[in-house]
């Protein structure tokens, strides 16, 4: 039943904010009507061994306006939802039908409904887009129908009695609406339709509950938490058999929740959000979970970007979509999305749902002249320098990079505007080598200029970026130079003798090394004695730190607002690009992506204070450490960051095997 303090007006309201399209879509195909027939039997469900965690993400791109309590369907294309109805910032219901493509976040009017809308449920069945119910400043009985392709809503039937915030779910072609309110009572009767104008009920729900989270699974209907008759939300879970026309309670969530989303995704049951029990009122909830149907445990498998409650969720192929919802604040224009991601860990285990789960990621904070690293958890669990492992004799000022070395159990950083590179080893902090003079910029033998990017390689030796000075160089151990790629301060791009201000070096399993220049967007692939293997032009402004992803395939950041990141060839070919203008996802002078084994992108947004991943396949943000335009030193904060570096068991550096 709609909430008395929303006051009732037209809101005409959605579009899109202008974002870069992304050329990879990454969708499935919608789910469809399977069966005119009710199923027969309901088979155990069947569960892998581990449940995989939920990567999950906020979209660079938001609806024009706040929405929650909406219905969202699945739409006639593979990237397409419908958006029908729903609450806006205001408090006013919503009467418009759109089409969003999650694939570019364009949205496109299609339709009305018979009247402003909310809290209703909905399902597509039979080709046709149907509406349950739902309401403004009362509960109704109507039934809408609308087309899957485009166009106004229609009368189809009447449910038995007014029902608002209820849920539904497909199974086969048959609809069921489960729980919800009328106004006065609770609805315990679970509602089956294959039409939208004949319904039959085919159980009770022994806790009746409004505001469910709903999913099918292997012919039975899940309902996650609830509000309950004396207004408090429920962890309880049910199971609705419709053949036998049973329902349970078979389980609990961690906490009590109502308003939460529920999917059914590559066979594992998730919930998210909703809102919980907390002091003072009530607070959206960040978790997702996955729930294990034999067990009846309910185990973290990841948490939302933003915390919501009430929001419209529909599954298109193997990820399920958020949009709206509501968070402390009220109706929000955020769309998000998850899916299973065992690379993102498993459900229950500490960190599920972390982009580099089995592993720990170390940070330059460039800005507060420091090294941390983070488990998986997002704690920090070493820094440096630190009481017990003192900075250098010369200072610790900017950490521009930091890489691991000697399997693990050393870092190599530079200090670009302090002209020195430090070795050091792992955990226990002690300088073990350096090279450069503390303050001192110069080209001298043991001089440095603004150096960039220092690792070590596999024979020892340490190459960097020396910027400044417009080389490459290799030293050795003792401290001598090897050999030079670049001409001293000749800062063009004039292969193979000279470089424009060459501000990457990334080595290569193959013994070359990969040089960005600033002057000119160059990337270049050189031997390890100075010849030219191929160069490309790029289409940056200010390339920063490339590295190799594939075969003819490479990644770079680009140092710039907003900031970019590239998938480009040999030939300077660009295989993708991202580049978001504004709002969550606009990234500010990001200077080093990498692409992890989970599959997603890492890199630190430098300007932004904050270290993120995206992934490529639909440009969310899957993962964030700091506060984006808020700098500093307390947990949870960063200040400028500009590097970073992933160690896996076994001292694994999965990002950069080139290296020692």
Same mark, same amino acid.
């Given at each position: 039943?709609?909430?008395?303090?929303?006051?009732?007006?037209?809101?005409?309201?959605?579009?899109?904010?202008?974002? @870069?399209?992304?050329?990879?879509?990454?969708?499935?195909?919608?789910?469809?009507?399977?069966?005119?027939?009710?199923?027969?039997?309901?088979?155990?469900?069947?569960?892998?061994?581990?449940?995989?965690?939920?990567?999950? =993400?906020?979209?660079?791109?938001?609806?024009?306006?706040?929405?929650?309590?909406?219905?969202?369907?699945?739409? +006639?294309?593979?990237?397409?939802?419908?958006?029908?109805?729903?609450?806006?910032?205001?408090?006013? +219901?919503?009467?418009?039908?759109?089409?969003?493509?999650?694939?570019?976040?364009?949205?496109?009017?299609?339709?009305?409904?018979?009247?402003?809308?909310?809290?209703?449920?909905?399902?597509?069945?039979?080709?046709?887009?149907?509406?349950?119910?739902?309401?403004?400043?009362?509960?109704?009985?109507?039934?809408?129908?609308?087309?899957?392709? $485009?166009?106004?809503?229609?009368?189809?039937?009447?449910?038995?009695?007014?029902?608002?915030?209820?849920?539904?779910?497909?199974?086969?072609?048959?609809?069921?609406?489960?729980?919800?309110?009328?106004?006065?009572?609770?609805?315990?009767?679970?509602?089956?339709?294959?039409?939208?104008?004949?319904?039959?009920?085919?159980?009770?729900?022994?806790?009746?509950?409004?505001?469910?989270? !709903?999913?099918?699974?292997?012919?039975?209907?899940?309902?996650?938490?609830?509000?309950?008759? &004396?207004?408090?939300?429920?962890?309880?879970?049910?199971?609705?058999?419709?053949?036998?026309?049973?329902?349970? !309670?078979?389980? $609990?969530?961690?906490?009590?929740?109502?308003?939460? +989303?529920?999917?059914?995704?590559?066979?594992?049951?998730?919930?998210?959000?909703?809102?919980?029990?907390?002091? =003072?009122?009530?607070?959206?909830?960040?978790?997702?979970?996955?729930?294990?149907?034999?067990?009846?445990?309910?185990?973290?498998?990841?948490?939302?970007?933003?915390?919501?409650?009430?929001?419209?969720?529909?599954?298109?192929?193997?990820?399920?979509?958020?949009?709206?919802?509501?968070?402390?604040?009220?109706? @929000?224009?955020?769309?998000?999305?998850?899916?299973?991601?065992?690379?993102?860990?498993?459900?229950?285990?500490?960190?599920?749902?972390?982009?580099?789960?089995?592993?720990?990621?170390?940070?330059?904070?460039?800005?507060? #002249?420091?090294?941390?690293?983070?488990?998986?958890?997002?704690?920090?669990?070493?820094?440096?320098?630190?009481?017990?492992?003192?900075?250098?004799?010369?200072?610790?000022?900017?950490?521009?990079?930091?890489?691991?070395?000697?399997?693990?159990?050393?870092?190599?950083? #530079?200090?670009?505007?302090?002209?020195?590179?430090?070795?050091?080893?792992?955990?226990?902090?002690?300088?073990?080598?350096?090279?450069?003079?503390?303050?001192?910029?110069?080209?001298?033998?043991?001089?440095?200029?603004?150096?960039?990017?220092?690792?070590?390689?596999?024979?020892?030796?340490?190459?960097?970026?020396?910027?400044?000075?417009?080389?490459?160089?290799?030293? *050795?151990?003792?401290?001598?130079?090897?050999?030079?790629?670049?001409?001293?301060?000749?800062?063009?791009?004039?292969?193979?003798?000279?470089?424009?201000? /060459?501000?990457?070096?990334?080595?290569?399993? *193959?013994?070359?090394?990969?040089?960005?220049?600033? *002057?000119?967007?160059?990337?270049?692939?050189?031997?390890?004695?100075? $010849?030219? !293997?191929?160069?490309?032009?790029?289409?940056?402004?200010? /390339?920063?730190?490339?590295?190799?992803?594939?075969? *003819?395939?490479?990644?770079?950041?680009?140092?710039? $607002?907003?900031?970019?990141?590239?998938?480009?060839?040999?030939?300077?070919?660009?295989?993708?690009?991202?580049?978001?203008?504004?709002?969550?996802?606009?990234?500010?002078?990001?200077?080093?992506?990498?692409?992890?084994?989970?599959?997603?992108?890492?890199?630190?947004?430098?300007?932004?204070?904050?270290?993120?991943?995206?992934?490529?396949? @639909?440009?969310?943000?899957?993962?964030?450490?700091?506060?984006?335009?808020?700098?500093?030193?307390?947990?949870?904060?960063?200040?400028?960051?500009?590097?970073?570096?992933?160690?896996?068991? &076994?001292?694994?550096?999965?990002?950069?095997?080139?290296?020692?």
């Amino acid at each position: 039943m709609p909430r008395s303090r929303w006051r009732r007006v037209t809101l005409g309201l959605l579009g899109t904010v202008a974002v @870069t399209a992304l050329p990879l879509a990454g969708c499935g195909t919608p789910a469809r009507p399977a069966a005119k027939a009710a199923p027969t039997h309901t088979a155990a469900p069947v569960l892998p061994v581990e449940l995989p965690a939920a990567e999950s =993400g906020v979209l660079p791109w938001t609806l024009a306006a706040p929405l929650s309590r909406e219905v969202v369907l699945p739409g +006639s294309g593979a990237t397409q939802l419908t958006i029908l109805g729903g609450l806006g910032a205001g408090g006013g +219901s919503a009467q418009g039908i759109y089409t969003l493509d999650t694939s570019t976040g364009a949205l496109t009017f299609s339709g009305s409904l018979l009247g402003p809308l909310h809290d209703a449920s909905g399902a597509v069945i039979g080709g046709r887009e149907l509406v349950f119910g739902g309401g403004t400043s009362a509960s109704t009985a109507a039934v809408q129908s609308a087309p899957l392709t $485009s166009g106004s809503a229609t009368a189809a039937g009447t449910l038995p009695q007014p029902r608002s915030d209820s849920a539904s779910a497909v199974i086969g072609s048959t609809a069921y609406i489960v729980g919800g309110y009328d106004g006065t009572n609770f609805d315990p009767a679970v509602l089956a339709t294959n039409d939208g104008a004949t319904f039959t009920a085919v159980a009770s729900l022994p806790v009746p509950v409004r505001y469910p989270a !709903v999913a099918a699974l292997s012919g039975r209907i899940y309902v996650f938490g609830g509000q309950t008759a &004396n207004g408090e939300p429920t962890s309880t879970v049910q199971v609705v058999d419709p053949t036998t026309h049973t329902a349970k !309670v078979v389980g $609990s969530l961690p906490e009590p929740v109502t308003g939460a +989303s529920a999917a059914n995704l590559q066979g594992v049951l998730y919930v998210a959000g909703g809102e919980t029990s907390s002091v =003072g009122g009530t607070a959206p909830n960040p978790s997702i979970w996955a729930f294990n149907t034999v067990s009846g445990q309910a185990l973290v498998a990841g948490v939302l970007r933003v915390p919501v409650s009430h929001a419209g969720i529909a599954t298109l192929g193997q990820r399920a979509w958020l949009v709206g919802g509501e968070t402390a604040a009220g109706p @929000t224009s955020t769309v998000q999305m998850l899916t299973p991601n065992l690379q993102f860990g498993t459900a229950g285990a500490s960190g599920a749902g972390s982009p580099y789960f089995g592993g720990n990621l170390l940070i330059a904070d460039a800005g507060a #002249n420091r090294v941390l690293l983070l488990n998986p958890a997002g704690q920090v669990v070493w820094s440096y320098p630190s009481a017990s492992a003192p900075p250098p004799p010369g200072g610790f000022v900017y950490p521009d990079d930091a890489f691991f070395a000697d399997h693990g159990t050393a870092i190599v950083m #530079n200090m670009e505007s302090y002209q020195e590179i430090v070795k050091i080893a792992y955990p226990s902090g002690k300088v073990i080598w350096t090279y450069g003079h503390p303050g001192v910029a110069g080209s001298a033998p043991g001089y440095l200029n603004t150096p960039d990017d220092a690792y070590q390689l596999k024979s020892g030796q340490i190459s960097v970026a020396d910027i400044g000075n417009c080389r490459v160089l290799i030293i *050795n151990p003792n401290g001598t130079l090897a050999r030079q790629i670049g001409t001293t301060r000749v800062c063009v791009h004039r292969p193979p003798t000279e470089l424009g201000s /060459p501000n990457g070096d990334t080595p290569l399993p *193959n013994g070359n090394f990969l040089i960005s220049e600033i *002057n000119g967007a160059w990337v270049s692939e050189y031997t390890a004695t100075g $010849s030219l !293997v191929w160069s490309a032009h790029l289409a940056l402004t200010y /390339p920063s730190d490339p590295q190799q992803i594939g075969p *003819n395939r490479y990644l770079i950041a680009g140092y710039t $607002s907003p900031g970019v990141i590239l998938e480009f060839n040999k030939q300077g070919q660009t295989l993708y690009r991202y580049s978001v203008a504004s709002g969550p996802g606009a990234l500010n002078h990001p200077s080093l992506v990498e692409l992890l084994p989970s599959g997603v992108f890492m890199l630190n947004d430098d300007q932004n204070d904050r270290m993120i991943a995206i992934d490529p396949a @639909t440009g969310a943000t899957v993962w964030q450490y700091g506060v984006k335009g808020v700098s500093g030193t307390a947990p949870g904060l960063l200040n400028d960051p500009d590097g970073f570096d992933v160690l896996m068991a &076994n001292g694994y550096t999965p990002t950069h095997t080139g290296t020692g």
